[in-house]
């Protein structure tokens, strides 16, 4: 268990490393200035040079990283240009929209999934588990950005119940809460289709071994093997997709902020880049893909704590 | 043959049917604005009615298969055509250290959320529609690659492959002519599913102005004009977004149908 870990540890370290070096080299690769961006097109070519010369722009690439990664972990980001405030608050400020929405979603999904998936599994290849999976194959082709408009379409404009866009902040949850609804729906629905199907498939898959049988041999019902001795086997790949569907959740949000204007990190990302902002591009694209890493690690781990065998190899 | 192929051949086949048939002939001109006529619900003249500048939706709605199936075809196409090859020099060098750095090259791939690089991509490079088969195409590598790897590498223990060495084959050689087309049926089928997630990814880029730029008519700007005017007139949003649903749906019952069809020992299985 302690040599996975190690390796596991170094593997984790090494990619945040990379991870680092390669959005430092893209958020480079973009073209224009942003020294000449800021100051718009009229500017002097001294006053253009003295502002790189301010900003740093004027070093080399190597030592502007060291400074800029060097900075960043210690938890300072850089000033964003436009918004003349510190990178690191912004994406904080960001995160209490774009945390609860993604954890909102991943939980609606599993509460969708779960139940779907273990009934299309008690009932494979029976008519309950074709109509369930039909279902689920028509969620997985959901654009989930066309799917939020027609829950606007339905719940804001038609019925009223719920607001079709903005973010009220959290000085009023309960305000705060109902404008995250929507969003957290159109984000889930898709994904509870995908786990529904792997769930299935993985259930099914168990359902086959010879200690199912033996389960049932000794009096259990097809249902109480599936959840005493099916449902923690078939957790491994289930597991695996919901840790990749946190870090959709949390970046892929960007487009569903953009259909309900909300406040999020994705589209902080997003005006930021349509701004030349780029000290928040790259604090904003560096955190984000550091909670995936992150999160990757811990799937990892949980790997090790469902399934015994793996902490032994 | 299955429900599912014959469904998915179907949806699949009148998606690149009616984008082959935009070429020769569509029932309106989408260059031509009639603002007069805007925003008509569907009748006998215009079948799905008429968008916010008086277009004929159902023109519009075959130029734009057009687009979604080009990025997503070459986009695929990126994506095998480097990820196989990676995954198949993995999977013969099988705990090398270049088999190390074409993996973790590829987790390091995945750990960027995919829509942030593709925004990036397009910010960097200008918003097209090339731009965007790139940034798509990109993220269909590490899935080829890991895929083939994974399904390359039990074969190479197989006794023909034992006797291939023996016969004195190299690596290359054993990969093209034995391996290659024993997971053809594997590649095939997620050639299918990254198909449909590649013309998912290019609406949504479209949808943020990222994609094919004006005046290319694409499946996800319609849905973005569409959105303010979606309680006036909701067939403007609803048309172009069943568009991607049922060819994507399409592509998906497409592919787990030829995957049943091509792997015998699926058969019965459900």
Redesign the interface.
Known sequence: MQRYLLHRLIVLGLSLAVASVAIFMVVELVPGDPASYMLGTGAQPETVAALRQQMGLDQPVALRYAHWIGAALTGDLGQSFTYKTPVAALILDRLQVSLPLALMALMLSVAIALPIGMFAAARNGRAGDTLVMGAAQIGISLPNFWFAMLLVLLFAVRLRWLPAGGFPGWGNPLAALKSLILPAVALALPQAAILARVLRSALVETLGQDYIRTARAKGLSRGQALRLHALRNALIPVVTILGMQFSFLLAGAIIIENVFYLPGLGRLIFQAITQRDLIVVQGAVLVLVAAVILVTFLVDLAYAAIDPRLRLK | MRLSLALGLLLTGLAVLAAGLSFLWTPGDVTQLAIADKLLPPSGEHWLGTDQLGRDMLSMIMVGARTSIAVALVAVGIGMGLGVPLGLIAAAFQRSWLDEIIM?GN??IF???????A???T???GPSAVNAIIAIGIFNIPVFARITRGSALPIWTLDYIRAARVAGKGAARISLQHILPNIANILIVQGTIQF?LGI?AE??LS??GLGAQPPTPSW?RM?AE??TM??LA?HV??V??LA???T??GL??LG?GLRDALDPRLRGS?
């Open positions: 973790r987790d390091l750990a960027f959320p995919s829509l942030v690089i925004i990036l991509i910010a960097a490079f449909s998912l609406a949504g949808y943020v996800g849905l569409a959105q979606i309680s909701p949003a609803i172009p977004g991607i649903v049922l994507v749906l998906n019952l787990d459900r």
